[in-house]
């Protein structure tokens, strides 16, 4: 009996010394920290909270920007290219991305498909495509791709875009060198040989297509094909020679013919860019149709179409909610040149699946372009979609990057400014889209004054691997003219054009960065570019801060290099990293430590006042895992504070529609919008900012937590995120110096990694309000497990 007390006896101690020490119980832990609101350790700036506007995906083009007409100069061809027929060769001669052009037959199974492939210009080569049923499900052969260093199979699958399932193979592609491609499909066995070498020898185990056409493509480069030929495995001859193309009649993207007659593009005499539409009708209405638009009751949509040709029955614009009819407007006929014609439109009735018509009646010909709609509301606030505008603006962004990201490397500003129907097309089409720039250096700054942030604008420097055969003189006179049509005088040259555009008033643009991504050019090459553009740009205008492209990753040898060489020049290094999102717990701990070595580089630099800007992160998805990964990285920056300065995620925007990358914010169609868990988050802790780090004391034991006090010092916020499977229980023990008054939390604890908001559940993952207990100068609260929060402790 005595040895069994005893050994209860020593249970007891022991649990006893478990609870006491370690605070551990019936697993949940117990964490007890001190935080010294006297000690201040940096002070934090709230551009950390600054965001970047890239056009991708449809972001602005069908999006942000409230132009409601996608393709609305018609610049857009279905195939994305430009494919003729020279001689024996079928030539694509656009640079443009995922440009494909298909043939043959769907109900095609097993065959040899070969052909002679050419690159003639561009960054990257060959899209071989085969077993194609449809633009979403078919196997590609990427020879040359990702930046002309690998080829390898990808796939692609409805719903699901596309993606590598097979070995990469290493290797580039010449230009102007003729190569034999040969595709063999048998059942789930794939073969793909170049020159007579065995590219791929993979078998698709996972639902192979199995049947469907052939086809070419590009991206972002020129190419010819010759010597097309499909055969059986039997031997009997599918397809030889070069597919038709329907004799140059290229259709628009995202347009549909209806009614009897017909609709092509054409290069003649367009009212601006390269192409616009011809409608011809011989007795019956022919005519465009495009679908979906969202009607509202009570919502003015206004519009115009620039026509000119011969309709003697004049022109109609319809809108229809499906197939019903809501209002039929009639144009007078159109004149020998262009002019503008203009409609309104009262919306009766709501409709998710409006459609807009635009036809002729009896024999006509007719050409349009720019056809434009958009909605008064829209008008009101400076032409921008309201929805997505206030989801911007609900972020309170300090500061906002544009326009690119690589969007900006080929970008000519100077195509986005003036009447709209006089406005050049963006080079190349990317990122599912042909930016027309209805939205540019005028409306962003418009947009980032109502907001209340300072803009920061990304220049192209003529980067051969974005720029046709540039000029270096050209694109550095750009860069400087640019800057003198934001912050010039009326007196100078581009500061008259701005005020012509309407704004006679200097922008006042302090925040410029040198291009984007420049690894490309090795960091010698991108070292020299620096030290033609920044002296030049600063004697343009003195007072004007400049950003330089750092590392992608953890690439701290570029970051040693451009500052050792250029610290002196510039005032932010622009440094990018993008996480797999399963690494919400130590990928922001790991991006932290690397912050802090090249904060080391810079303290021993020739400029110790060169702040680091992180002007593009993410974890790439939209589950809970990237609110997660949000909220720890957000912690990190503000540790890293003052070295780092300036922060800016991606993506921003995104249509639902995108075939890649999604990771974005907000997110958003025709109908309406939804925030990822990183807009959740980021909400949560810029909406609780305060300027002054301090003291924390204590085992975090996997939390990742900071302090910060307010302006004044009467309030203390403590962010946390806990990425850990426990539930956390904490006791904050305040410092004498700051009297607890009171105290609140907003928690976001969906419960599940795969947590995600949609359209139909736009607040699935939320803040809710937490429960918080005070005692004298302790306060004590739990954080479930996976969940991030904010208390806020008032002082008296």
């Not at 633009?135 to 990427?142: A, G, I, M, R």
Request: a neutral charge; charged letters at 25%; glycine letters at 8%.
């Amino acid at each position: 009996m005595k040895r069994a007390m005893i050994k209860l006896l020593i249970i007891t101690i022991l649990l006893t010394a478990i609870f006491v020490n370690n605070d551990l119980v019936y697993g949940k832990e117990r964490i007890s920290l001190s935080i010294d609101s006297t000690n201040v350790e940096g002070q934090i700036d709230e551009m950390i909270y600054g965001h970047f506007l890239e056009h991708i995906y449809h972001s602005v083009n069908g999006g942000l920007w409230g132009e409601l007409i996608w393709n609305r100069s018609f610049e857009e061809p279905t195939s994305g290219g430009r494919w003729t027929i020279e001689e024996d060769c079928l030539v694509q001669s656009k640079i443009a991305d995922n440009v494909r052009l298909l043939f043959g037959d769907t109900e095609w199974s097993d065959y040899e498909f070969s052909l002679e492939a050419q690159k003639t210009d561009g960054s990257e080569a060959f899209l071989i495509l085969f077993r194609a049923s449809n633009d979403e499900d078919f196997y590609w052969y990427n020879i040359g791709g990702w930046g002309n260093v690998q080829s390898a199979l990808e796939k692609g699958v409805k719903g699901r875009g596309w993606g590598i399932v097979s070995p990469i193979v290493r290797g580039k592609i010449e230009t102007g060198k003729w190569y034999k491609i040969n595709v063999r499909c048998e059942g789930a066995h794939l073969k793909v040989s170049l020159d007579g070498k065995t590219m791929l020898d993979f078998t698709d185990e996972n639902n192979p297509h199995l049947i469907g056409r052939v086809g070419v493509g590009t991206w972002n480069t020129k190419a010819k094909y010759r010597n097309v030929k499909v055969k059986s495995l039997d031997g009997k001859t599918l397809l030889e020679g070069l597919p038709e193309l329907n004799d140059g009649k290229i259709s628009a993207r995202h347009w549909q013919f209806y009614g009897k007659g017909d609709a092509y593009l054409t290069e003649y005499n367009p009212l601006n860019s390269k192409w616009c539409q011809v409608i011809t009708s011989q007795a019956n209405e022919a005519g465009l149709e495009q679908m979906p638009f969202s009607f509202h009751k009570g919502e003015v949509y206004e519009g115009s179409i620039w026509a000119r040709g011969e309709a003697p029955d004049g022109m109609i614009i319809r809108f229809l909610d499906g197939n019903d009819v809501l209002k039929k407007i009639n144009l007078p006929k159109p004149q020998i040149e262009w002019k503008e014609y203009k409609f309104t439109f009262r919306a009766k009735k709501d409709s998710k699946e409006g459609k807009i018509q635009i036809g002729v009646k009896g024999k006509s010909k007719i050409w349009l372009d720019q056809i434009s709609m958009t909605t008064r509301s829209s008008k009101r606030i400076g032409g921008y979609r309201p929805d997505l505008f206030k989801a911007v603006e609900e972020l309170q962004p300090p500061i906002i990057r544009w326009p690119g990201g690589c969007f900006a490397s080929p970008y000519r500003w100077k195509d986005g400014i003036g009447p709209q129907e006089k406005r050049g097309t963006y080079p190349r089409q990317i990122w599912d889209d042909l930016e027309i720039n209805a939205y540019g250096t005028d409306e962003f700054i418009n947009m980032c004054k109502k907001i209340g942030a300072e803009p920061l604008i990304v220049v192209n420097i003529g980067t051969e691997n974005w720029n046709e055969d540039p000029v270096p003189e050209e694109f550095l006179q750009d860069v400087l003219d640019w800057i003198e049509y934001c912050n010039g005088s009326t007196k100078t040259k581009w500061g008259k054009v701005r005020a012509k555009n309407g704004n006679r008033k200097p922008y006042n643009v302090k925040y410029w960065e040198i291009d984007n991504e420049t690894w490309h050019m090795g960091a010698e090459g991108y070292i020299e570019a620096i030290k033609r553009f920044a002296p030049v740009m600063k004697k343009k205008d003195p007072t004007i801060k400049l950003a330089a492209c750092g590392s992608g990753g953890f690439n701290l040898e570029w970051n040693r290099k451009v500052i050792e060489e250029c610290a002196e020049l510039i005032d932010y290094l622009s440094i990018h990293h993008y996480e797999n999102p399963e690494q919400f717990v130590q990928g922001p701990f790991n991006y932290e430590r690397f912050i802090r070595q090249t904060s080391e580089l810079i303290s021993k630099s020739k400029n110790t006042n060169l702040k680091i800007y992180c002007s593009e992160w993410n974890a790439q998805s939209i589950d809970w895992r990237t609110g997660l990964y949000a909220g720890g990285v957000l912690n990190a920056f503000e540790r890293c504070a003052p070295m780092f300065e300036i922060g800016g995620p991606a993506l921003f925007l995104r249509h639902q529609s995108a075939t890649a990358w999604n990771n974005a914010f907000i997110n958003f169609d025709h109908t309406g919008w939804y925030p990822a868990p990183n807009y959740v988050v980021m909400k949560l802790w810029r909406e609780h900012f305060a300027p002054y780090r301090i003291g924390i004391e204590g085992q975090t034991n996997g939390l990742n937590v900071i302090a910060t006090k307010s302006q004044n010092g009467k309030t203390v916020y403590f962010k946390a995120v806990n990425p850990t499977n426990k539930k956390v229980e904490l006791d904050l023990s305040l410092d004498n110096a700051f009297k607890v008054k009171k105290a609140s939390m907003s928690i976001v604890a969906p419960g599940s990694l795969d947590a995600r908001n949609t359209l139909e559940q736009p607040s699935a993952v939320q803040p809710e309000k937490g429960e918080v207990e005070i005692t004298g100068q302790k306060v004590k609260f739990a954080l479930p497990s996976l969940s991030a929060a904010v208390v806020t402790i008032k002082g008296k």
